[in-house]
């Protein structure tokens, strides 16, 4: 059964979060600031909740099992993007981003994220329209890729390190200035014309965001074949993101099982793909070209419940972790953490 909503309701949805959007981006150039807690709290509450309401609509225009496909697809989008934030602020550490310029540069971020996205989903859902069979392929690599999030080959680390080619390049083929010019790309120095390092973070961060698109993009997928709700969810989880980046501030370094959440999240939706492309098999060598009637059909609402739990789970023991961790510190080791998080020395 194919997605049927009003053509209004599609377009005009698009058409309000677009607008809200360019309202997020127009505010961050024309009063740049460091965001404090309660501005980015109330920020996140907002999207967030604009999502549910969303997801409210949709149950109401195409019931409660396109409601439930967004739902899912929202939060599988969600941790994949705060998974993301992990690698920004490697980013943002690794070229020294001024504090009061990263706004910027996360938007600008969410923007190259839209836009690939938005070109990964097109192909996508032309290719599953066509070929069943991708189906094995997305599952398969949905498993890798859940593999070496949970083991140490996957670390962030790497991910920015393969972001240092295209830095490289960018350094040999333009002239780039050693400071950063508030928040522009284009400067002078010496009355001649030079790219700031902003372009050497625009382009570090539209590296990732092309990795992490190829990663979210089957997952979404294996939840959802409906662009437009594939699409819209990728929308919301990526709109607050930049305020959640100031709201998590030091809490990211707390979540250290956080990884392995989404590692299980993919390696479900893997197997659910994988189980999918069994069900409507039509490869010859499989079964004889015919659907393999005893692969199980995993619900929305089961896979809505399996990533809620994993999310909760490993975020309730990252927490419980750092705080056992900060109780048996010793005395001077909690002094010089504080001092550091102060930015002030230990003892006086």
Do not use: C
């Not at 996140?44 to 099992?65: D, K, N, Q, R």
């Not at 923007?111 to 991708?134: C, K, N, T």
């Not at 370094?253 to 939706?269: K, N, P, T, V």
């Amino acid at each position: 059964m194919d997605l049927e909503l009003p053509l209004w309701f599609e377009i005009g949805s698009l058409v309000i979060l677009t607008l809200i959007l360019i309202a997020d981006l127009l505010l961050i150039l024309k009063r740049p600031h460091i965001p404090s807690t309660k501005e980015s709290t109330l920020w996140v509450v907002f999207y967030v909740t604009l999502a549910l309401i969303f997801a409210g609509l949709m149950w109401l225009f195409a019931g409660p099992e396109y409601a439930g496909q967004f739902v899912a697809g929202w939060l599988t989008e969600y941790s994949l993007s705060i998974d993301n934030l992990f690698v920004f602020v490697l980013i943002m550490t690794q070229f020294a981003v001024p504090r009061r310029y990263q706004q910027e540069v996360l938007m600008v971020g969410i923007i190259i994220a839209l836009v690939l996205r938005g070109l990964f989903i097109l192909a996508g859902a032309a290719i599953i329209e066509q070929f069943s069979w991708v189906f094995y392929i997305f599952g398969a690599f949905l498993v890798w890729t859940a593999i070496r999030q949970a083991f140490p080959g996957g670390d962030h680390d790497d991910d920015v390190k393969q972001e240092n080619f295209v830095v490289r390049l960018l350094r040999r083929t333009i002239d780039i200035s050693d400071h950063y010019d508030g928040a522009k790309i284009r400067t002078i120095v010496d009355g001649k014309k030079m790219f700031t390092p902003m372009i050497i973070v625009f382009a570090a961060i539209g590296v990732t965001d092309l990795l992490f698109a190829i990663d979210s993009i089957p997952a979404i997928f294996g939840i959802t074949q409906s662009p437009f709700i594939v699409f819209t969810a990728n929308l919301f989880a990526l709109m607050g993101l930049r305020q959640l980046y100031f709201l998590l501030g030091d809490l990211l370094d707390r979540l250290r099982y956080l990884h392995y959440g989404i590692a299980f999240i993919l390696a479900f939706i893997g197997v659910k793909l994988v189980f999918h492309a069994m069900h409507v098999n039509e490869l010859p060598f499989i079964n004889n070209g015919e659907h393999i009637e005893w692969a199980p059909e995993i619900s929305t609402w089961t896979s809505l419940a399996v990533i809620v739990i994993a999310m909760t789970v490993a975020t309730v023991a990252s927490l419980i972790a750092a705080g056992r961790e900060k109780r048996a510190a010793t005395p001077l080791e909690a002094a010089e953490a504080v001092a550091e998080e102060k930015g002030t020395p230990p003892t006086v």
